[in-house]
């Protein structure tokens, strides 16, 4: 049974920052891109972040570039993520997902994504 188990969120003020991390089980993890994604209510899930399996390339959404840093640690079936100079705007529930997949573009879509967390909720005040 394939697990992912976010953690790391919470409440941090205007510029803070915070590391979120996610943890694999059930899977051959090295051989999974991996994304963050995050949902505001009411609002679709939106890409944040992913590396790939294969070389490790990273990817942001522009928004977040040059404050996150994604990483991941194949040994310790763990991919992060590190959030710095938060804002409110970045005030979500966070999720990360699995990503089996081949295709470049597919990276930045959640439907193409085969695994998900419960999500970890990062709230950040002004």
């Known amino acids: 049974q394939v697990q992912l188990v976010e953690s790391g969120g919470g409440l941090v003020q205007d510029g803070g920052s915070l590391r979120l991390s996610c943890a694999a089980s059930g899977l051959t993890f090295r051989s999974y891109s991996m994304g963050w994604f995050r949902r505001v209510s009411g609002r679709e899930r939106e890409f944040v972040t992913a590396v790939r399996s294969i070389g490790g390339q990273t990817y942001y959404r522009d928004s977040v570039k040059g404050r996150f840093t994604i990483s991941r640690d194949n040994a310790k079936n763990t991919v992060y993520l590190q959030m710095d100079n938060l804002r409110p705007e970045d005030t979500a529930i966070y999720y990360c997902?699995?990503?089996?997949?081949?295709?470049?573009?597919?990276?930045?879509?959640?439907?193409?994504?085969?695994?998900w967390g419960q999500g970890t909720q990062v709230t950040v005040s002004s």
């Open positions: 997902g699995a990503h089996r997949g081949v295709i470049l573009s597919d990276i930045r879509d959640p439907d193409q994504y085969d695994y």
